[in-house]
Each structure stands twice: as C-alpha cells, then as structure tokens.
Nanobody
Framework: QVQLVESGGGLVQAGDSLRISCVAS????????MGWFRQAPGKEREFVGV???????FYSDSVKGRFTISRENTKNTITLQMNSLRPEDTAVYYC??????????????????WGQGTQVTVSS
C-alpha cells in the first residue's frame, strides 16, 4: 500500500522560513518524479515544483528563488524548504509521485499518488 505522509506545516510570519517533509512508504521515491503542489481555499491545486528521478528540479515562477526541493532516496523522503514566505503562500501543501514523461508540466493529472497534505499559514 502506497502512502505519502507530509509533515512540518504550521503558522509562521511573513519573511520566515519553513521546511516541510514527505515520507513515502510502499513506493521507492528513487523511481519516481516527486512533486509538491498547494491549494488555497477556493482555488485550484497549483504546481509548486518537482524533483525528477535524476534530481533535476523545476519550480513555478511564483516560488522560484525562494523554495528548494530536495530528496533523500535512502530515507525515502522529499523536503520542501520555503524561505521568504509570503501571505500568498498560505495553502495546504501536498506531495505527489509521478512516472509520467509530462511530470515537469506540473499538471496534477500527471501524478498518480498523493499525500493528505499539510497546512502552511503565513501571517502578514
């Protein structure tokens, strides 16, 4: 049974940093492109970034230069380091796994496995 479990969310102030993690079980992350998405209330799920199987990374323009995705295959873990947080970064953050060749396009439909999400709230 595949499980992706996010942790590390919380309430921070604008300008702060936060690191969230995703631990996978039943799925070797080394074989998957691992992405992060987010969804704010009343909005569609939005691509944040992805680390490919070859460790290449791609980010949305809204987080480029502020967020960093890394993977530790031996721990089956993905992390999202978020710096210079803004109130508009407030959302539920999800990790997801993909084997699609279109993974870097950032479409949720390209990702077959999802975690339950962790809330990140940035106050102004």
């Amino acid at each position: 049974q595949v499980q992706l479990v996010e942790s590390g969310g919380g309430l921070v102030q604008a300008g702060d940093s936060l690191r969230i993690s995703c631990v996978a079980s039943g799925l070797p992350v080394s074989n998957y492109h691992m992405g992060w998405f987010r969804q704010a209330p009343g909005k569609e799920r939005e691509f944040v970034g992805v680390t490919s199987r070859s460790r290449a990374t791609f980010y949305s323009d809204s987080v480029k230069g502020r967020f960093t995705i890394s993977r530790e295959n031996t721990k089956n873990t993905i992390t999202l380091q978020m710096n210079s947080l803004r109130p508009e970064d407030t959302a539920v953050y999800y990790c997801a796994a993909s084997t699609s060749v279109a993974f870097a396009r950032g479409l949720p439909t390209s990702y077959g496995y999802w975690g339950q999400g962790t809330q990140v709230t940035v106050s102004s």
